[in-house]
């Protein structure tokens, strides 16, 4: 069969990540290097600028602004929050065939794929050669059939290094602290913090995601215990913690709240869910000093935090896809596959295997309701590399003269 000939257009869909422009960049440098692709356009703001014909000729940027954009954070040709229906998808494809596109890219999660998926469908009702090929993104990291997303490594990277500084200030002016990290539905992001502890009396001391049931008893039980233990207790929580009938926590302690265009609770974007906590614990608990933080948006394109093997396979990714559109005349979406410790090979699976539904964590990744296991972290450390290094006065405490009677106020040894 011989290679289809035409334009090629890439997108990028849902929240922007540190590495997505390096999955976009991957598709358009590879893409240029086929006589038979004339063109590759950018959609700009994701599949909206594909129904509006809002689109760029990447074919004439030139490589060391697209190696440039591919090293910087965020969606270099922005991206959107709509979810296509039928309607929407058959829009897509009329533009896609008035502008002669035979290969479409689409870079997101399983809202993505879907949208992959329907006009995929659309294209071949119509007897229309197009290769569409889904790039898989996603700071959550619950797509189905892929080992782990891009995007996921250098947002834990992130946490990671938040918690260890939380952890820091937290030790220096004792208190409880309550980071609240992304993930509705999947506590992959959340559990990462677990690798800002360096020494046993570290924080997080308490982890709370999605897939363990949030007791409100038994938290203000274990906030109780840990303040008791150290003196201080750091908490990291997943906006999407449900209590035992699976309504959102944050709707249980508030009473309400706001709701997205798609009907759900929004989890994002203010800080209701960390003060409510907070205020939960000062009321009960009558801890005077309790602090709360919602990392929000800065957990997925903080300059500065990215990690190689997240750049490195957003990179590849994005080549894949040219690969299996141009060289095997296939539609899909490209997956991961991990083959030793640590090393990774891509294959191509159906669309319909990642569309709309997604994953949570499996439960050898999890250690009773508030923590996560060894399993856990050896899946999670070569994702999220190396981070700064940090390190604490070791030095014996001095005998006391005045005070016998009073234990050292000073941080416990090593």
């Not at 891009?150 to 990277?157: D, E, I």
């Not at 939960?280 to 300059?303: E, N």
């Not at 009073?406 to 416990?412: G, H, M, Q």
């Amino acid at each position: 069969m011989g290679k289809i000939e035409g334009k090629a257009v890439v997108a990028q869909g849902g929240g922007p990540t540190a590495v997505i422009n390096q999955s976009v960049m991957g598709v358009v440098l590879e893409a240029r290097k086929f006589p038979h692709i004339t063109h590759v356009y950018g959609a700009l703001h994701g599949v909206s600028g594909i129904v509006k014909e809002d689109m760029i000729d990447l074919s004439q940027a030139t490589t060391h602004n697209l190696e440039m954009v591919a090293n910087t954070p965020g969606a270099g040709l922005g991206s959107t929050r709509d979810k296509p229906n039928e309607e929407y998808c058959e829009r897509i494809f009329r533009v896609l065939k008035a502008h002669s596109v035979r290969y479409f890219f689409y870079c997101g999660g399983n809202d993505s794929a879907d949208t992959c998926r329907i006009v995929n469908e659309n294209a071949n009702r119509a007897g229309y050669e197009l290769r569409v090929i889904h790039i898989p993104k996603t700071i959550d990291n619950d797509l189905l059939v892929t080992d782990h997303c891009p995007g996921y490594g250098s947002a834990a990277k992130f946490v990671t290094a938040a918690f260890a500084g939380v952890n820091l200030d937290n030790g220096a002016l004792p208190g409880v602290y309550v980071g609240i990290v992304m993930g509705r539905h999947a506590g992959f992001l959340t559990a990462a913090s677990v690798f800002a502890r360096k020494y046993p009396e570290d924080g997080p001391h308490l982890i709370y995601v999605p897939e363990r049931v949030f007791d409100q008893d038994k938290f203000l039980a274990d906030v109780d215990r840990i303040y008791r233990q150290f003196g201080r207790c750091v908490i990291a929580a997943s906006e999407g913690i449900v209590d035992s009938s699976g309504q959102p926590v944050m709707v249980g302690l508030r009473g309400n709240a706001e709701r997205d265009s798609h009907g759900n609770v929004q989890l994002s974007g203010s800080g209701a869910l960390g003060d409510a906590l907070a205020d939960l614990i000062k009321d009960k608990l009558k801890i005077k000093r309790v602090r709360a933080d919602t990392f929000g948006y800065l957990q997925r394109s903080f300059l500065g935090v990215v990690s190689t093997a997240d750049a490195n396979e957003a990179r590849e990714v994005g080549e894949k896809a040219v690969q299996y559109a141009v060289w095997h005349n296939v539609d899909g979406s490209v997956a991961i596959r991990r083959t030793g410790d640590y090393s990774v090979d891509y294959f191509l699976t159906p669309l319909e295997t990642v569309a709309r539904n997604s994953k949570s964590m499996p439960a050898e990744f999890l250690e009773g309701d508030t923590d996560v296991s060894v399993a856990f972290k050896n899946y999670a450390r070569p994702l999220i590399g190396t981070f700064p290094y940090y390190e604490r006065i070791a030095a014996p405490s001095v005998d006391k003269i005045l005070r016998r009677d009073r234990p050292s106020s000073r941080p416990p040894a090593p």
